[in-house]
């Protein structure tokens, strides 16, 4: 059974494994994309967090799902095109998965094990944070913003350890 965040590996958006384990070290935040979604304009945010926090040792990657609303029916390529040319996206972007049901990416099943079904995603935008040892150490909701106090002072503490 996986004990940490980098048990998992993802398929990155243009093909090619995305490992969490190259993460070893760093926080990160795993965020359910989508591009049509009424938070889809948290891709700035996203992106500025992850300039901001880069070299104090934060990842940002972002997770396509269309699991809510069909707010994300396009291929990887699509996603990717719309993500590079819309919000300047740098940080690393997962291939699109199912992050909830029987079908979800075990990543997104072990979040839903470790911190209870309360804290799955409910929506596009949902985020999770791992700490530098590969603990989950937080989930937050659609409508926290990448820029609110409340995210910076949990990526802070995790980076602090």
Request: charged share 20%.
């Amino acid at each position: 059974m996986a004990e940490t965040a980098y048990d998992f590996a993802f398929e990155k958006i243009e093909g090619g494994a995305l490992p969490m384990s190259q993460f070893k070290g760093k926080a990160v935040l795993v965020v359910n994309t989508a591009s049509f979604c009424g938070y889809t304009y948290q891709y700035e945010g996203l992106e500025a967090l992850s300039k901001k926090y880069k070299d104090k040792g934060l990842v940002v990657v972002g997770v396509p799902a269309n699991n809510f609303g069909g707010q994300e029916p396009g291929s990887n390529a699509e996603i990717q095109t719309f993500c590079t040319a819309k919000y300047d996206v740098d940080f690393p972007m997962a291939a699109k998965v199912s992050v909830k049901g029987a079908d979800a990416h075990p990543f997104y099943k072990w979040a839903r094990d470790t911190l209870g079904a309360s804290k799955a995603p409910a929506w596009n935008f949902h985020k999770y944070l791992v700490s530098a040892d590969g603990a989950l150490v937080g989930a937050f909701p659609s409508a926290v913003e990448p820029n609110s106090k409340e995210l910076a002072a949990a990526i802070d503490k995790s980076l602090a350890k």
